[in-house]
Nanobody, 123 residues
Framework: VQLQASGGGLVQAGGSLRLSCAAS????????KGWFRQAPGKEREFVAA????????YYADSVRGRFAISRDNTKNTVTLQMNSLKPEDTAVYYC?????????????????WGQGTLVTVSS
């Protein structure tokens, strides 16, 4: 079972990036999926989550209105559209899958994690 995150890179402040996470080895159509990030010297933090149906989304206050999470259960993928990026968004971004049925904001409830993709936002 593997979650593969991609789409990170270097972007100027105000720019956009789209992260994708592809799952293999099993289907995650009934799992909540989420994105977390870890900035240098800081703990990993919640960014966004989406429930299994895609009808419920949750966002950290710091990204609400700028980021959008979506999923395609037919392709076993989850994406994070990041707009109006700020230097403080610089971090390694991780995708994850949670079978607990919770809202996905608590990283301890996640069962599977991807390897991370680096996002660097220059000022």
């Amino acid at each position: 079972v593997q979650l593969q995150a991609s789409g990170g890179g270097l972007v100027q402040a105000g720019g956009s990036l789209r992260l994708s996470c592809a799952a293999s080895g099993r289907t995650f159509s009934t799992y909540t999926k989420g994105w977390f990030r870890q900035a240098p010297g800081k703990e990993r933090e919640f960014v966004a989550a989406i429930n299994w149906s895609g009808f419920r989304e949750y966002y950290a206050d710091s990204v609400r209105g700028r980021f959008a999470i979506s999923r395609d259960n037919t392709k076993n993928t989850v994406t994070l559209q990041m707009n109006s990026l700020k230097p403080e968004d610089t971090a390694v971004y991780y995708c994850a899958a949670d079978s607990s049925g919770a809202n996905g904001t608590y990283q301890g409830s996640y069962d599977y994690w991807g390897q991370g993709t680096l996002v660097t936002v220059s000022s």
